[in-house]
């Protein structure tokens, strides 16, 4: 059977894993028997309450006598590590793009990476069924994209067909009759290269995704470079550099076939399987016969670009909510998840409870928090904080500085251009994308957004939308404004008291409701100044014969703010922490003691000034206020 492996690319929301629902359907791949569910590939249940791909995964179709191998990949830049390891083992990619949106950021960051690896695209501009869709002028912005990104002649030749995976169709032109998803195959299958065969070489393969599973143990998958794999078979496991890593036997050879896999006694070289059987290997290792030498290359991923600490919960609260709040258990998954994903760097630190992790940005270790907290794990995280490295030609620091597009309302405009310059950002484009909205880029250092997207849908009232994606290492910029409010902060420990939580409104909105349980140093509230103030939760309304509870009017709460985890973790500073368990996410100071925290020399009035100042690069390491003695 004739093989086609393609990947799909697109930006966040462009509609890549509907479309793939459609190719199901159509392809064939489902039984009569068999009902597809929306966003059939999005099989984690994060992914589906979030409405984005996360982690990229393999399918497939037959299309008359043509097995197509499908791989869906994430559409958010955090989560750019996915697409550019998966890249490698597919000949061709299908480039989709919102018929009203036109290329967005990470259509310009994923297609960069496929045409440098000299993959041949097609363009899919879906969602031509919208009111507002312009597919004309979009393929006009595609082409000129291309061309930005130094595509070759044949590169740009490329071949588009107009679709909406929502009503199930594809055509060569818009005028012709809208039937089926049988042009989009017929593209496909003409216009992606054929695998390289080399049946008669030894078997070798290249991990591009690694997964656990609880009776096969680790499944890698990737695609047979050359030679036969089989069932049973002896094989040794190279390392980027060459290196042995481990030698061992394939239990399990799986194809993918719709949304299952099956079993296969074989396969053989271009075919997209998985394979079981080994314990050490991991991604970017080659597989091979034991006579073999030469590791496959792997392609380089881009660099985390943001970290964070991840230390075990030490609050009075610990270990109430979750079973595994051990640093040992912290540290065997963190490292057991960087195995998986190249996207992440974990390392240890001096204290051993604590350990750095970083990434891409704050969605990708928000969402492998709340990964872990489904799991029953406990946690304190630090405030995210961005990752410095010197020009290697000039010697001068530099920082990540990201490409944020923004699309606000025209009477927003003003107030974000305000907010991003105090940002040291730079806005290089400004246009009109009509019904009333105004698109804007801007160049600005990642710490400048840490933190900002919350201030960002207040001053939209909620209609502005934002996109991100790392542009390039520059110079250190200046100042950054830190967090501008002060916090409320408990000094007591037991259940919150509706009474004093009414009476503590007037100093800001609160992040807890009464009868939460709450202790010493935990974050209550925010205060409408800009220094911290140290409050009684607990405190009740006192009752005499002259004044009995009967008497006043019941009491009427404003709803508290409950934060998410990305939330949590950019809301707070450098002397916070977030503490994250299966069923809580509160905020606390690192020092719970009141008399601590003013020895440490973090008194609330200068809370600005200091989180402002740690936004600075770490050039010297900052004078030491500790007069305890400790």
């Not at 791949?29 to 966003?39: F, I, K, M, P």
């Not at 600490?309 to 490292?335: C, H, M, Q, Y």
């Not at 004093?500 to 807890?512: T, V």
Request: with cysteine; hydrophobic share 35%.
């Amino acid at each position: 059977m004739n093989v086609r492996n393609t990947a799909i690319i697109a930006h966040v929301d462009h509609g890549k894993t509907t479309l793939v629902d459609r190719l199901l359907q159509q392809g064939g791949a489902l039984g009569d028997h068999q009902e597809l569910v929306d966003r059939a590939m999005d099989s984690n249940d994060l992914e589906r309450e979030r409405g984005i791909t996360i982690l990229a995964k393999c399918t497939s179709v037959t299309w008359k006598d043509t097995r197509i191998n499908i791989v869906d990949t994430p559409g958010h830049a955090d989560f750019g590590g996915e697409v550019e390891r998966i890249l490698s083992m597919v000949d061709g990619v299908c480039v989709l793009v919102d018929a009203a949106e036109g290329p967005m950021p990470q259509t310009r960051f994923v297609v960069g990476k496929a045409l440098r690896l000299g993959l041949k695209p097609l363009v899919v501009i879906n969602k031509v069924d919208r009111p507002d869709q312009r597919a004309e002028e979009v393929l006009n912005e595609i082409f000129d994209l291309f061309a930005a990104l130094e595509a070759t002649d044949d590169q740009l030749d490329f071949p588009v067909v107009y679709a909406s995976a929502k009503q199930g169709w594809a055509v060569h032109d818009l005028a012709d009759e809208r039937v089926d998803m049988s042009p989009l195959f017929e593209l496909i299958v003409d216009h992606t290269p054929a695998p390289r065969l080399d049946d008669t070489g030894a078997f070798r393969m290249l991990a591009t995704t690694l997964e656990y599973d609880p009776w096969l143990g680790r499944i890698l998958t990737g695609r047979v470079e050359s030679g036969t794999v089989r069932s049973n078979m002896a094989v040794k496991v190279l390392s980027l550099d060459g290196g042995m890593v481990e030698t061992g036997r394939i239990t399990k050879v799986l194809s993918f076939d719709g949304l299952q896999r099956t079993s296969l006694d074989s396969a053989t070289a271009g075919d997209i399987v998985a394979i079981a059987g080994l314990e050490d290997a991991t991604v970017a290792d080659t597989i091979c016969e034991p006579d073999v030498c030469q590791a496959l290359p792997a392609q380089p991923v881009d660099p985390p670009t943001l970290a964070m600490s991840f230390a075990i919960n030490d609050s009075p609260l610990a270990g109430k909510e979750g079973d595994k709040v051990t640093s040992r258990a912290i540290r065997e998954r963190l490292w057991r998840e960087a195995e998986g994903n190249v996207a992440l760097r974990v390392s240890d630190t001096d204290d051993k409870t604590v350990f750095e992790v970083a990434g891409r940005g704050e969605l990708q270790l928000g969402v492998l928090v709340e990964i872990m907290r489904r799991e029953g794990y406990e946690l304190s995280l630090g405030r995210p904080r961005v990752l410095y490295r010197e020009d290697p030609d000039t010697g001068v620091l530099c920082e990540p500085v990201e490409e944020a597009v923004v699309d606000v309302d025209d009477n927003f405009t003003g107030v974000v251009v305000e907010k991003m310059a105090q940002r040291r950002g730079r806005m290089v484009e400004m246009q009109s994308s009509g019904g009333g909205k105004t698109r804007v880029v801007f160049h600005v250092p990642s710490r400048g957004l840490i933190g900002y997207h919350g201030e960002f849908l207040t001053d939209t009232r909620g209609t502005g939308v934002m996109h991100r994606l790392f542009h390039d290492w520059e110079p250190v910029a200046g100042d950054m404004p830190g967090r501008r409010c002060g916090t409320l902060v408990s000094m007591e420990q037991g259940q919150s008291v509706a009474y004093a939580l009414w009476n503590l409104e007037e100093r800001g909105p609160l992040f807890i409701g009464p009868g939460e349980k709450v202790y010493r140093g935990m974050i209550i509230g925010e205060h409408n100044k800009g220094s911290d103030l140290d409050v009684n939760p607990l405190k009740g309304k006192q009752l005499t014969n002259m004044r009995a509870s009967g008497k006043d009017d019941a009491i009427q709460l404003t709803p508290p703010t409950r934060m998410t985890v990305e939330q949590a973790m950019s809301y707070v500073a450098d002397d916070e922490l977030v503490e994250v368990t299966p069923t809580s996410v509160r905020l606390r100071k690192r020092w719970l003691d009141p008399h601590e925290r003013k020895r440490r020399g973090r008194s609330a009035p200068q809370a600005s000034a200091a989180t402002a100042a740690s936004q600075e690069p770490p050039r010297q390491s900052p004078p030491t206020n500790d007069h305890s003695g400790s």
